[in-house]
């Protein structure tokens, strides 16, 4: 599968902003689907993540209430929607996508074979 993100920008503090992942492929609804950030010099951290079947939701603890991650099966999406942001979720967004993973490594980056190219959102203070 091969996964393109859009919808990074730059957004004030309080503001929101919504982005989104297509998915190229015939089984996306097979994928489990998840959002990771990063910022220079730091690993890759999650953000959310969306089971392929049921549409189960997990949320780092850091975004729980803020974020919400969810997929439209027929588009080939996945979106998330962020509100209440921060200075400090500011980041390059990768969306990812495995069909393996087990619901113990859903927050782990090194569990999902297919990454998209990344988008930028940065929140100014």
């Known amino acids: 599968v091969q996964l393109q993100a859009f919808g990074g920008g730059v957004v004030q503090a309080g503001g929101s902003l919504a982005l989104s992942c297509a998915a190229s492929g015939r089984t996306f609804s097979s994928y489990h689907m998840a959002w990771f950030r990063q910022v220079p010099g730091k690993e890759r951290k999650f953000v959310a993540a969306?089971?392929?079947?049921?549409?189960?939701?997990y949320y780092a603890d850091s975004v729980k209430g803020r974020f919400t991650i969810s997929r439209d099966n027929v588009k080939k999406n996945v979106y998330l929607q962020m509100n209440s942001l921060k200075p400090e979720d500011t980041a390059v967004y990768y969306c990812?996508?495995?069909?393996?993973?087990?619901?113990?490594?859903?927050?782990?980056?090194?569990?999902?074979?297919?990454w998209g190219q990344g988008t930028q959102v940065t929140v100014s203070s």
């Open positions: 990812a996508a495995d069909r393996g993973v087990i619901l113990s490594a859903l927050a782990t980056a090194t569990a999902y074979d297919y």
């Open positions: 969306i089971r392929g079947t049921g549409g189960i939701t």
